[in-house]
Each structure stands twice: as C-alpha cells, then as structure tokens.
C-alpha cells in the first residue's frame, strides 16, 4: 500500500508526533510511506526519516507564498499515484480536496484531531479552512478522527457520520516510559528543588489551552503548598507569555511558576513532575499529553474537554473547564492519594499500555485503509470498527 501523509510541518506537537510514529510504523510493516510537508525543517523529520519513509517538502516560505508551492503539491499528487492521501488538520484536509485530481483512483482521508473549535480566538484565515473542510468533507471517501468527542463535533458541524471512524492515538510506551534519573537531572536543569511538588503542564501558549485557568488555580494551592512549583513546557507567541507572566506577578507567583520552551525529551519532563495538568477550555481530541504523561507514571489532572475523561478514567482527576477552583481542588486531592497510594504511579503506566500503545494504533489504521484501497464502502468500514 502506498500512502502520503500531508501536514503542515514535522515542528513539535501532538499532531505531528502521532503522524511521525504512524508513518514510521506503517513503512516499518513494509508500505511504501511518504510524508510531504508544507513547511521542511522540523524537529521530527529525523523520526520519519529513520523509519525508511519518504520526506517531501513542497517549500513554502510563508503563508502568503501559494501558487508555486501548491502548484508542486499538485504535481506531486499526480507523480506519485498514491493509493491513499491521508492529510492531517484543517489547512491540509482542504488542499488535498481542492488539488487532489479526480481522475487518480487515490483514496483521500481526512485527519481530524481537534473538537469543538472557538473560532473567535483565531484568525479569519483560520476559521474559514475550518469551515472549509465541513463542506469539503463530501470530497473525502473517509474521515478519521483520533477521539469520540472529535467524531461527535465532526457530525454536528456536517460530516457524514457514516464515514468517520474512531482511531485513538498511540503512545509508545517503550520510548515514553519512567525515567527517575532524568527526571532529576531536568529538576535540576530548571533549577526546582528535588524535594519540590511539581505540577507540570506540557502546552503551546494558545488561548485552547487556558494556561490563565492553571495560574488562578495555582495561586490558590501555593497558599496551602509552599513546596509547590508550577512548570510549564512548550512555546506560543511572546504576546500570550507575557500576559500570562504579568498574570502570575499580580497574584505574586511569579517565582513559583517557570516558562519551558519545548525539549525533545519528554521522557524525562514527564518524570520530573509529581502531577501532570492539562486545563484546555476546547478544542481536545485525544491530547497526547495525558497519555504520554500516564506512560511514564505521572497522573493527571485535566478539564473534561475531548476524550480527556475516557484517558484519564480512575487513574487521575477530571474537572469543569474554566474553573480554577475546581482545578485546585483536584490537584490537591491527588497529591492526598499519592501519598496513599504509591502504586498509583504503576497503575497509572499500565492503563495506557493496555488501552492506548503504539501496535494497537497501528493495526487499526492497517486494518482500515486496506479494505478502503481495495474499494470497500466506507460505511461498511466504519459499521466494522465503531
């Protein structure tokens, strides 16, 4: 099978790593894989290009720079004659059904990963290819979403329901696993006290994300945790940062709470905190971050947005969105329970190894889009999988 995965770079986030290991573990079972990028350079390149999967750049320089770099996308559809064109995300879903030609006999997927989307937060170009992809959708013989709120969210905003299937994302529990050695080293590296109770956020600065929900709520557990330290790890815009730390100066913790830029080694960010926290207000599907978290034995506190609850289930806490209050509560009733419970951390692991690994991703995508190339109906697909 020959498959071309389309996305807007291979930068770090949760999309681009899911679409990183799905490729690399689809051209490990021997399918001829190629991951073509809107923009070349990014930080996981090295992991698709070690897998034996194709790299492509189409080499745009910026948004505004289309006709040449769209031109070659659409030449690269036709020189290439895959089975499958599996685009992830909104911008790459709506290229691929406007240039994609009509007359290949190639298969065209959607990739959806977000739900419930507050376009007010985001540009006009934006929320029109949001948009754009509901009503481009007919084009698509099958979506693929990685959550069931994502699925949901996709049949309200005009997705044929009969053709989205569920696949969860997969987390590799070899790679993502406790590190306590590492974990030190990077307490140390952020200058944090070995003995501190660390809550660590892993999250780009955007407003999904609701990084001033986690500072509310950390002013309030600092008052009744002195050991507390608040780390958050991933980058955004200088504007949102600086909002956010002049928030934190005026509750006065700033000098609790420390800004991380993104790192290769999650695995050893993850085991430097005690709890991990995602306080997103929309906009989830599967957040990677929780299960990546659990992988390596750090419970988690997150807000019911998405597929965060069905993660997370008896192994951690689930609050309101916008509710710091809420938020601070739930993080001091797990830290209670880990001091109760200690096996927690290893119960935590095996639930994602159980529910969410890498194989079991990678079987269903197999076993979904070889019954697609060879012209089976999509919603007998879908009826097979849901």
Not at 231 to 243: A, E, L, N
Request: charged share 20%.
């Amino acid at each position: 099978m020959k498959v071309l995965f389309l996305t807007r770079d291979l930068g770090i986030g949760g999309s681009q790593r899911q679409l990183a290991v799905l490729a690399s573990g689809l051209a490990g079972r021997g399918h001829d894989v190629a991951v073509v990028t809107l923009y070349g350079g990014g930080a996981l390149e090295g992991l698709v290009g070690d897998s034996g999967a194709r790299l492509v750049s189409i080499e745009k320089r910026n948004r505004w720079d289309v006709i040449a770099p769209l031109a070659r996308l659409r030449w690269l559809f036709v020189a290439e004659r895959p089975d499958v064109v599996y685009a992830f995300l909104p911008t790459q879903t709506t290229l691929a059904a406007l240039l994609l030609p009509r007359r290949l006999a190639t298969k065209l997927v959607f990739g959806l990963r977000a739900g419930g989307m507050q376009l007010n937060h985001y540009d006009r170009l934006s929320a029109l290819t949001y948009r754009s992809e509901a009503w481009l959708s007919r084009r698509a013989d099958l979506s693929i979403a990685n959550a069931q709120a994502v699925r949901a969210d996709a049949a309200t905003r005009g997705f044929q329901v009969d053709r989205i299937v569920v696949v969860p994302n997969g987390i590799d529990t070899d790679a993502i696993r406790p590190d306590a050695a590492a974990g030190r080293a990077e307490r140390r590296r952020w200058g944090v006290p070995a003995n501190a109770f660390v809550i660590g956020c892993v999250a780009r600065l955007d407003p999904m994300k609701d990084h001033a929900n986690l500072i509310n709520a950390a002013a309030a557990f600092a008052r009744t945790n002195p050991d507390a330290r608040f780390v958050c790890v991933g980058d955004g815009s200088s504007d949102t940062r600086k909002m956010l730390i002049t928030l934190a100066n005026s509750l006065e913790i700033a000098d609790r709470v420390l800004w991380v830029g993104t790192t290769d080694d999650m695995k050893a960010v993850y085991s430097a905190f005690d709890i991990a926290t995602l306080t997103s207000a929309f906009g989830e599907g599967f957040p990677n971050v929780i299960g990546e978290a659990m992988a390596c034995g750090i419970p988690v506190v997150a807000t019911d947005v998405g597929d965060a609850g069905q993660i997370i289930g008896e192994f951690g806490e689930v609050v309101p969105p916008r509710n710091p209050d809420c938020l601070c509560a739930a993080w001091s009733r797990l830290r209670r329970r880990l001091e109760q419970n200690p096996a927690l951390h290893e119960a935590t692991r095996s639930s994602i190894i159980a529910r969410y690994g890498l194989h079991a991703m990678l079987c269903r995508t197999e076993d979904i889009l070889t019954p697609l190339v060879a012209g089976r109906p999509a919603e007998e697909i879908v009826y097979q999988f849901s």
